[in-house]
């Protein structure tokens, strides 16, 4: 299998997160996880949209605001004429185009301008508010890059919107690998092949509806038209958090493979493993290191070149508690 994990992947973070004192009172707000865990594995392409529209560190807070129109628009919060929004779009606009090659993003939370969800949005005379907004940048990046990964630090305390999120980082970089490296449709091909584990349990209706897309590949004029289609879904699919339901489902396929190997305690063994798993007992590790067991033992291709049991370095321990 090729390894996705040797060269560090390109990731886009808000440029506060790594540390930088560019927030609104002169602060940052580091984030742990992404400088003193990620940075191993991540290369980051860091950016304040509000620097760099100009503002000074620090300045007057920005907020989003209704206008009379009902369009949002930013604007300062200290009631001091001036409507930035254009001057974000033109900023994002220009500085999106020359990220394209990004696997994901990480942006801050809360942020008019970053924030990714329940963004505060205030009405026209600056009195009520509602958590209903995304910042102006971030709006302009999942527009740009509807099929990249984009995390806001608060989520990415939930261990399963980690790891969900780190598994698409991981996946749309060896998507990317393949475009530039040896795109064709055999190797497509492999790479969905190499996916199917995964995909199901994050979504089996989803699967299907991506594999018959892959069995009419050669309806496609391009390959490369085909490559947009298809990285677009299989996005969209791991976009579903996989579940206990679903995982359960591939362990027991899994466990299919070593029917004519193991003797009837390890088969035993291994379904008792796979139900606890099930019934919230015991973690997805549990059985997933007995089958990686057996695997050693009982060498298969097929599950030998599986991205389930390696979807991203074993080393950041995500699946611990899942």
């Not at 949209?49 to 009379?68: D, F, Q, T």
């Not at 029917?259 to 590790?285: H, W």
Request: charge should be positive.
């Amino acid at each position: 299998m090729n390894n996705t994990f040797d060269k560090k992947i390109p990731v886009g973070i808000s440029a506060c997160l790594l540390g930088d004192s560019v927030r609104f009172d002169g602060g940052h707000k580091r984030f742990h996880f992404a400088v003193d865990e990620l940075s191993d594995y991540f290369e980051y392409q860091s950016a304040c949209p509000e620097m760099a529209i100009g503002l000074p560190a620090p300045r007057p807070a920005l907020r989003l605001v209704k206008s009379e129109e009902k369009n949002v628009i930013l604007k300062f919060s200290d009631g001091r004429e001036g409507d930035l929004t254009q001057k974000m779009v033109d900023f994002s606009t220009e500085y999106l185009s020359k990220t394209i090659n990004l696997s994901g993003y990480i942006v801050c939370k809360n942020s008019p301008s970053c924030g990714l969800e329940r963004v505060r949005v205030y009405d026209s005379v600056g009195n009520g508010n509602k958590k209903s907004g995304i910042g102006l940048f971030t709006e302009q990046l999942l527009k740009a890059m509807p099929w990249l990964p984009v995390e806001e630090d608060g989520r990415l305390s939930d261990p399963h919107i980690r790891e969900n999120f780190i598994i698409r980082v991981f996946a749309l970089h060896e998507l990317n690998e393949l475009k530039q490296k040896s795109l064709n449709r055999r190797s497509l091909m492999d790479f969905h092949a190499r996916y199917k584990l995964l995909l199901l349990a994050h979504s089996q209706p989803l699967y299907r509806e991506l594999g018959r897309l892959v069995a009419n590949n050669k309806e496609w004029n391009s390959i490369e038209s085909f490559f947009i289609e298809y990285r677009n879904k299989f996005m969209k699919l791991l976009q579903n958090q996989a579940t206990r339901r679903n995982h359960t489902n591939v362990l027991m396929h899994i466990q299919g493979y070593f029917k004519r190997y193991l003797t009837s305690n390890q088969r035993q063994a291994l379904s008792k493993l796979i139900l606890e798993y099930r019934q919230g007992i015991q973690p997805l590790l549990a059985p997933l290191t007995l089958i990686t067991h057996y695997l050693s033992e009982y060498p298969d291709n097929y599950l030998n070149n599986q991205r389930y049991f390696n979807p991203y370095p074993q080393s950041l321990r995500l699946r611990y508690g899942l």
